[in-house]
C-alpha cells in the first residue's frame, strides 16, 4: 500500500478518522488511508507528489486545479479526494508519454500558448477532455470549452490557437 502522507503528516492524531481510498492516478492504481476532508488537489500535490496540478484560488474560479476524473474535468480544489475512490484521475503528468509529448502539449509549445505557465495545466487537461469528446471544434467550441479556466498572462489567443493547433494534430494522426 502506498500511505499517502506518510512524508507529510508522520505524526498526524491517532484519532483522526481515515478511510481507505484506492484511486487509479494516470493509471496506476495508488492505495492510501487518508482523511476524509482531504482535498483531491491537496492528495494529488502532496501525497503524490505530481505539482503539475496548481492551486490557484481554491474556490472553483480559476482552474489551475483542473484534472480529469473519468474524463471529465473537474476542479480538483473543490473535490474530496475520497469522492474519487474507484474511480480514474488523469493530472498533466500523465499526458505525455516517457518520449514524446501528447500533441495538446505540442500545440502549446507551437504556438506559444503559455507565459508563466501557471495555468497550463487546467487548460490542457480541459483541452483533452474537449478534444476526446469533439475532435473537430470551432475556435467557438475551444473558447466555450476552456470558459472555466483564466489566464492571466496570454490573452487567450494562442491557448485557443494551440488547441486548434493539437485538434489537428490528433485528426490527422487518426486518418
Ligand atoms: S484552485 Fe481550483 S479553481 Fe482555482
Ligand atoms: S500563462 Fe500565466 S496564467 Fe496563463
Not at 480538483?76 to 500523465?94: I, K, N, P, Y
Request: hydrophobic letters at 35%.
Amino acid at each position: 500500500m502506498t500511505s499517502l502522507f506518510e512524508e507529510v503528516t508522520p505524526d498526524a492524531p491517532s484519532d483522526v478518522p481515515v478511510r481507505r481510498v484506492s484511486i487509479t492516478v494516470n493509471g496506476e492504481r495508488r492505495t492510501a488511508d487518508i482523511e476524509p476532508r482531504l482535498l483531491l488537489a491537496h492528495m494529488l500535490r502532496q501525497g503524490l507528489n505530481l505539482t503539475g496540478t496548481h492551486t490557484g484560488c481554491d474556490t472553483t474560479n480559476c482552474g489551475a486545479c483542473t484534472v480529469l476524473f473519468d474524463g471529465r474535468p473537474v476542479k480538483s480544489c473543490t473535490m474530496l479526494a475520497v469522492q474519487a475512490d474507484g474511480h480514474q484521475v488523469t493530472t498533466v503528468e500523465g499526458l505525455a508519454t516517457a518520449s514524446e509529448l501528447h500533441p495538446i502539449q505540442e500545440g502549446f509549445k507551437e504556438e506559444h500558448g503559455l507565459q508563466c505557465g501557471y495555468c497550463t495545466p487546467g487548460m490542457m487537461l480541459t483541452a483533452k477532455a474537449l478534444l476526446d469528446e469533439n475532435p473537430n471544434p470551432t475556435e467557438d467550441d475551444v473558447r466555450w470549452a476552456l470558459s472555466g479556466n483564466l489566464c492571466r498572462c496570454t490573452g487567450y489567443q494562442n491557448i485557443v490557437k494551440a488547441v486548434l493547433w493539437a485538434a489537428d494534430k490528433m485528426r490527422n494522426q487518426a486518418d
